[in-house]
């Protein structure tokens, strides 16, 4: 990786702008105009979404919603 960038929206415009490629799951990326999804199929790759936060955020309203 030479760049990372924390979100779609900006990994989109360099590809759009021809900088590069993006990895994105498919949800974040199927519907936008001009981009090309091609599928990664490898049964070892993985990928999960995570909630981090501070521990002093953990009992926050904001944080306990989502972490039940």
């Known amino acids: 990786m030479i760049?990372?960038?924390?979100?779609?929206?900006?990994?989109?415009?360099?590809?759009?702008?021809d900088v590069g490629i993006g990895v994105a799951?498919?949800?974040e990326c199927a519907r936008e105009p001009?981009?090309?999804?091609?599928?990664?199929?490898?049964?070892?790759?993985?990928?999960?979404?995570?909630?981090?936060?501070?521990a002093a955020m953990r009992q926050t309203a904001a944080v306990a919603s989502f972490s039940g």
């Open 25 to 27: 799951f498919e949800q």
């Open 34 to 54: 001009g981009i090309r999804f091609v599928p990664v199929k490898d049964k070892n790759l993985v990928a999960g979404h995570f909630l981090t936060c501070l």
């Open 3 to 17: 760049l990372g960038l924390g979100s779609w929206g900006p990994i989109c415009t360099l590809v759009n702008s």
